[in-house]
């Protein structure tokens, strides 16, 4: 046990350092680290998403660390985009191979632990994800021990013996607020829970859509969860007894993530449930794994569709925005799993007006899933399902659930393209 500055210290320059990230954020460590910016250079920071203020993506720190980051969060965006950080474009299933293979080799793992039981086992709370490798193949461990971390059950669990130094705190872990869900989302929610079956097996993540398509499953039975992530929004089903996973065929009647997100009624739900199973990404994001539940139902989003069908979700045209993350790994295991369904499920404009589907994708605009993944997507128009269609029949169908202001601009350009209307 030593102090946050002692643990600082035994960073080196040209050290690279994982950082845990979503609630799990340590960043009293991490800031303290940053502290020492004047002593240290050509720090390599690798991690997924992180919360809170980072120091380390200010512009004062960019000549001692280096970020290389395998999902972009709004709290690195910006620093990302510049030559201050980079971003590693990588399966969320696949990111323990850069440690296990010895491809980023991690000196140092910057963590956060609930304290150690009486046989000497810390929990590594809601964000098990590619912490797990990180801890099990870094050089050095440094972590904050927090009774503050819900005790998780699954395979986050970690000796004592594996941390090097440790750093006491007592401070709530990072919450997320649940987000209101406006008109368009619950109509896009009332479409997608009318495409989940009873008896399904659900992925979806975090926000007002996820949030929407699970406030209208109340009246379905036998509902299963294998997910990476989940949020507050899933609580409702559970304590109503629609999600049972009793049809499930991994892990039959457990809830199955590598990480969760939410408020302090969620971690209170999680702490010390045997319900839950937290494991690591390389096994929830794992397709064939995830292809053997029944009817996987996976729900995604994306920031732009062409009328073909391929999928954006990671920038901008060239302005990286988030990541690839655990897309493609459930959009596939969902579409070869026994009555499957992968769905798209975005609103048909941005705030300002524009269009999300789109004649082609922006210059620059990275493919996170081919036309050749994308079964069913839905706006608030309705419900579209683009397997088995030609590139015409795609633009067509992907036209009538288009924001009508747009229709008939989506329609010229369907017409240059395929020369029919």
Do not use: W
Request: with cysteine; proline share 5%; hydrophobic share 40%.
């Amino acid at each position: 046990m030593v102090t946050a500055a002692e643990a600082a210290a035994s960073v080196k320059s040209g050290d690279r350092i994982f950082l845990q990230g979503a609630a799990m954020t340590p960043n009293t460590l991490i800031n303290t680290i940053c502290d020492r910016y004047q002593e240290l250079e050509n720090v390599e920071i690798i991690s997924i998403h992180t919360e809170g203020e980072v120091k380390y993506a200010l512009p004062p720190y960019k000549d001692s660390f280096k970020i290389n980051s395998c999902f972009v969060g709004g709290n690195v965006r910006k620093a990302v985009n510049t030559n201050q950080g980079d971003y590693i474009p990588i399966f969320l299933s696949e990111i323990h191979y850069l440690f296990r293979r010895n491809i980023l080799p991690l000196d140092v793992a910057v963590i956060q632990v609930s304290p150690p039981d009486v046989h000497g086992y810390c929990s590594l709370g809601v964000s098990v994800d590619i912490a797990l490798p990180a801890v099990e193949t870094a050089k050095k461990v440094i972590a904050q021990v927090n009774p503050q971390v819900p005790r998780t059950h699954g395979d986050g669990i970690i000796h004592k013996s594996k941390i090097d130094l440790a750093v006491e705190l007592d401070e709530p872990i990072h919450a997320a607020p649940i987000s209101a869900i406006s008109d368009i989302e619950f109509q896009i929610g009332k479409h997608v829970a009318g495409l989940i079956e009873d008896g399904a097996t659900l992925q979806l993540g975090i926000g007002s859509i996820p949030n929407a398509v699970l406030n209208k499953l109340g009246g379905h039975k036998r509902l299963g969860v294998h997910t990476e992530m989940f949020s507050d929004g899933l609580l409702p089903l559970v304590e109503t007894g629609v999600i049972t996973g009793e049809e499930k065929e991994i892990k039959t009647g457990k809830i199955v993530t590598c990480f969760a997100a939410g408020t302090k009624k969620l971690y209170d739900f999680i702490d010390d449930n045997p319900l839950v199973h937290f494991k690591e990404a390389a096994y929830t994001n794992d397709t064939g794994l995830i292809a053997r539940n029944p009817k996987v139902t996976a729900i995604n989003s994306a920031i732009e569709i062409d009328l073909t069908g391929q999928i954006c979700a990671d920038s901008i045209g060239m302005r990286h925005f988030s990541g690839v993350g655990g897309q493609m790994d459930f959009i596939r295991g969902a579409a070869i799993s026994k009555g499957g369904k992968p769905i798209f499920a975005l609103s048909s404009a941005t705030a300002k007006g524009i269009s999300k589907i789109t004649p082609t994708l922006k210059e620059g605009a990275g493919v996170t899933s081919t036309r050749a993944h994308v079964h069913y997507v839905v706006t608030e128009y309705g419900v579209v399902n683009l397997f088995g269609k030609n590139l015409y029949e795609r633009a067509k169908a992907l036209i009538s659930i288009a924001h009508p202001d747009h229709r008939e601009n989506l329609d010229k350009a369907a017409y240059n393209r395929f020369g029919r209307a």
